[in-house]
């Protein structure tokens, strides 16, 4: 949690400041966790630590890390900035109790699957790198949803949700869990491209929705950031996986860390690049700050459904 008090959007701008990236090099040997879990492996020590010790993460510490509030279609939103540049938030209590049971019910009554990654040449296989179930929700196939869908697209500004891929719901159980990764996609070349990559561009940004979060582990570490994400149930976090010049942040890699006890259910949206207000609005081509995310920040964000 961050050490300032909720202030209005409209203040917010004088704490604008970029943040330094940790020093990832810098972490404490003799904390390593002592449970194994298939797939440690592809974890180092760093991101592993940053996972469960608080002495680690370093995010509350930061003087650019402020809570704001604004106020938006007649509702209140509270979101924590974290990091200012690149933007990493975390979006409190966005949704209601009611569309949290609601979401989990439908994830109940739906097939998961074994998740796969996608290697260098763009090729989908299985791996200890990600252990985690999933399925696929198109938004307006459910109320519960498109409830939680229609509150995204209303409460976030300045991004079009329209141009995004459809929802994919994610069950984490014991020993789950995700080894540090990007969400922006390489290619070796263009002749590799999906139709998602052709028609829409390449992933612009991530928004994780929680809905059930687990006993012990689960939280999202960004080892370049030394930023360690622990939301709660109705939360929701984002971040940018491009910078302005639509190339790879690099200071975007995540990775979910293991669940030790309890389960860890959330879903994801990948926001592409295609007609993002946001791009063409951009005084550089470096890291994408959080400011952007504010309401009349930019023009043109008027999005057809």
């Given at each position: 949690m961050c050490k300032t008090n909720f202030y209005l959007f409209i203040f917010a701008s004088s704490f604008l400041s970029p943040v330094s990236t940790y020093d990832n090099d810098t972490y404490y040997e003799d904390d390593v966790f002592e449970e194994y879990f298939e797939g440690e492996k592809y974890w180092d020590d760093?991101?592993?630590?940053?996972?469960?010790?608080?002495?680690?993460?370093?995010?509350?510490?930061?003087?650019?890390?402020?809570?704001?509030?604004?106020?938006?279609?007649?509702?209140?939103?509270?979101?924590?900035?974290?990091?200012?540049?690149?933007?990493?938030?975390?979006?409190?209590?966005?949704?209601?109790?009611?569309?949290?049971?609601?979401?989990?019910?439908?994830?109940?009554?739906?097939?998961?699957?074994?998740?796969?990654?996608?290697?260098?040449?763009?090729?989908?296989?299985?791996?200890?790198?990600?252990?985690?179930?999933?399925?696929?929700?198109?938004?307006?196939?459910?109320?519960?949803?498109?409830?939680?869908?229609?509150?995204?697209?209303?409460?976030?500004?300045?991004?079009?949700?329209?141009?995004?891929?459809?929802?994919?719901?994610?069950?984490y159980k014991s020993a789950g869990h995700y080894a540090p990764h990007h969400d922006y996609l390489v290619y070796p070349s263009e002749n590799e491209w999906d139709g998602w990559m052709r028609n829409y561009g390449n992933r612009f940004a991530t928004l994780i929705m929680v809905f059930e979060t687990a006993i012990s582990g689960g939280a999202t570490v960004f080892p370049q950031l030394g930023a360690s994400v622990k939301p709660n149930p109705g939360d929701a976090f984002f971040w940018f996986n491009a910078m302005g010049d639509g190339e790879q942040e690099d200071l975007s890699e995540h990775g979910g860390c293991p669940i030790y006890a309890g389960t860890k259910q959330i879903s994801t949206i990948w926001i592409r690049m295609k007609e993002q207000p946001i791009l063409s609005n951009l005084l550089n081509s470096g890291s994408i700050p959080a400011h952007y995310l504010f309401p009349g920040a930019i023009r043109n964000t008027i999005f057809s459904s």
């Amino acid at each position: 949690m961050c050490k300032t008090n909720f202030y209005l959007f409209i203040f917010a701008s004088s704490f604008l400041s970029p943040v330094s990236t940790y020093d990832n090099d810098t972490y404490y040997e003799d904390d390593v966790f002592e449970e194994y879990f298939e797939g440690e492996k592809y974890w180092d020590d760093f991101s592993l630590n940053l996972c469960e010790l608080p002495v680690i993460d370093k995010t509350s510490e930061w003087r650019g890390a402020v809570c704001v509030e604004y106020l938006v279609n007649f509702q209140v939103v509270k979101m924590e900035i974290l990091t200012w540049r690149p933007a990493l938030v975390i979006y409190r209590d966005l949704f209601t109790k009611t569309q949290v049971n609601d979401y989990l019910e439908l994830m109940k009554d739906r097939d998961f699957e074994e998740q796969s990654v996608v290697d260098e040449d763009g090729n989908e296989f299985t791996s200890k790198v990600r252990k985690a179930n999933g399925t696929q929700i198109v938004a307006n196939d459910y109320p519960a949803s498109r409830s939680i869908f229609e509150t995204v697209k209303s409460l976030i500004p300045n991004l079009n949700f329209e141009i995004a891929e459809d929802i994919i719901a994610l069950s984490y159980k014991s020993a789950g869990h995700y080894a540090p990764h990007h969400d922006y996609l390489v290619y070796p070349s263009e002749n590799e491209w999906d139709g998602w990559m052709r028609n829409y561009g390449n992933r612009f940004a991530t928004l994780i929705m929680v809905f059930e979060t687990a006993i012990s582990g689960g939280a999202t570490v960004f080892p370049q950031l030394g930023a360690s994400v622990k939301p709660n149930p109705g939360d929701a976090f984002f971040w940018f996986n491009a910078m302005g010049d639509g190339e790879q942040e690099d200071l975007s890699e995540h990775g979910g860390c293991p669940i030790y006890a309890g389960t860890k259910q959330i879903s994801t949206i990948w926001i592409r690049m295609k007609e993002q207000p946001i791009l063409s609005n951009l005084l550089n081509s470096g890291s994408i700050p959080a400011h952007y995310l504010f309401p009349g920040a930019i023009r043109n964000t008027i999005f057809s459904s």
